[in-house]
Every structure is written in structure tokens, then in C-alpha cells.
């Protein structure tokens, strides 16, 4: 199955740089890339996805790019503020069994703080 | 804008224990899945459901869980005999439809086993 790997871990980035998250997937039929932004004690929300007809996709502050010949996809946040502060899961849809639906593998999470 | 809800918000149950977690997805929703979190791991797949039968699930999933979708708006999650390791959050989440779309998530039930 699906296997999502995402690096780093945790990263501390000062108000107004930017912070990139990266993540390689295993399965090469994955084609669905939604990043999930979940602050503590609440729930995961999609900030941004990518399918795997696309290369980049930029919303405002944020852009995903997606290598899907490497199997890589990353997160870019610009001008990065305090309530960006969370936990950023990258994630890829694998095909499931049958055709009518998939299911969403979740990398291990990165904590990323910004320090005013 | 519609919202996925989760009751109860916090469950604390004694080992060995049945519970039911309860979910009502989007109501135009056709896709249904429950997730689980381990305190400050990563989100877990736990099972898909479409068409009233499951049509995915993980090695998590195993015969102590089940899930059901008794009427149309609610769609539940049981764990029979609860074990300490049980202990999670756990997440509903639905979707239009199963490929290529943003799955919606509820705010979950904090499960306690002791």
C-alpha cells in the first residue's frame, strides 16, 4: 500500500520567512495530493491539493508542487505569520480496491512554529 | 457551511467496554470514513464506506470494529471490547464522492480507555 514519508519533522521558521515541508510517496497510482493544516486539539483542515495533472499550485501565501516522476511533492508558505503555527500533514489518495473511491494516507506530520 | 459532526466530543470508557461513536456527515455526502489520531501522531486510516457497505479498510480495522450507517444521516463507528491502546482520537470525515475530492473532517471524539 500507499506509504507517505515527510520531512522534516518540526521547523522554526521567524515571522516573514518562508517554510517549505516536503514529502515522497511510494505508489505510483496515487494522483491526489491534499495538505491538511491542524491546529492543536482540533481538527485536520485542507488548506491546499494538487492532482497529479498538475505541477504547482499557488493559493495566496501558499503553493504545493508536485514531482510525480520522483514521486515528491512539498509545501511552500511565504511571508509566514504566527497563525501559521500548526501541525502541516501532506497526505496522497490511494486507489482503493475497487474504482469508485480511495482513501487518504497521511505522512507523519510537521509542528511548525513561527516566532513573532 | 455544513460541517461533519462528532458526538461525544470526549468519551472515557473502562477497559473491556463497548462504545459507540456517533457522526453525522455532510448531508450531500455519499462517502464516509473514520480516522484515528494516537496523541501526537499522524492521522490514521481506519475505513471507507459507500453504498452502505465498507469498502476499504486497514489492518487497524480489525473484527473488534465496526461500522454502520443505521438511517440516513448518521453514520457510527463501534469498538466491541475497548483495549487500552484504543485510546485516540478519532475522526470522521466525508466526501462528494470517493476520488480526486476533499474529504471533510468533524472535530472528533476523544476516546479514553482506562
Known amino acids: 500500500g500507499e506509504n507517505v514519508e515527510q520531512h522534516p519533522s518540526t521547523l522554526s521558521v521567524q515571522e516573514g520567512d518562508s517554510a517549505v515541508i516536503k514529502c515522497t510517496y511510494s505508489?505510483?497510482?496515487?494522483?491526489?495530493f491534499p495538505w491538511y493544516k491542524q491546529e492543536l486539539g482540533k481538527r485536520p483542515q485542507l488548506i491546499i491539493d494538487?492532482?497529479?495533472?498538475?505541477g504547482e499550485k499557488k493559493d495566496q501565501r501558499i503553493a504545493v508542487t508536485l514531482n510525480k516522476t520522483a514521486k515528491h511533492f512539498s509545501l511552500h508558505i511565504t511571508e509566514t505569520q504566527p497563525e501559521d503555527s500548526a501541525v502541516y500533514f501532506c497526505?496522497?489518495?490511494?486507489?482503493?480496491?475497487?474504482?469508485?473511491?480511495?482513501?487518504?494516507?497521511f505522512g507523519p506530520g510537521t509542528s511548525l512554529s513561527v516566532i513573532p | 457551511e455544513p460541517e461533519v459532526t462528532q458526538t461525544p466530543s470526549h468519551q472515557v470508557t473502562q477497559m473491556g467496554q463497548e462504545v459507540i461513536l456517533r457522526c453525522v456527515p455532510i448531508?450531500?455526502?455519499?462517502?464516509f470514513y473514520w480516522y484515528r489520531q494516537i496523541l501526537g501522531q499522524k492521522v490514521e486510516f481506519l475505513v471507507s464506506?459507500?453504498?452502505?457497505?465498507?469498502?476499504?479498510k486497514s489492518e487497524i480495522f480489525d473484527d473488534q470494529f465496526s461500522v454502520e450507517r443505521p438511517d440516513g444521516s448518521n453514520f457510527t463507528l463501534k469498538i466491541r471490547s475497548t483495549k487500552l491502546e484504543d485510546s485516540a482520537m478519532y475522526f470522521c470525515?466525508?466526501?462528494?464522492?470517493?476520488?480526486?475530492?476533499?474529504?471533510?473532517f468533524g472535530q472528533g471524539t476523544r476516546l479514553t480507555v482506562v
Open positions: 464506506f459507500y453504498n452502505n457497505e465498507i469498502s476499504e
Open positions: 448531508s450531500n455526502h455519499l462517502y
Open positions: 505508489d505510483s497510482a496515487s494522483n491526489y
Open positions: 470525515a466525508s466526501s462528494v464522492k470517493g476520488g480526486n475530492t476533499e474529504a471533510f
Open positions: 494538487i492532482r497529479s495533472n498538475v
Open positions: 497526505a496522497a489518495q490511494e486507489h482503493g480496491m475497487k474504482t469508485s473511491y480511495d482513501k487518504v494516507i
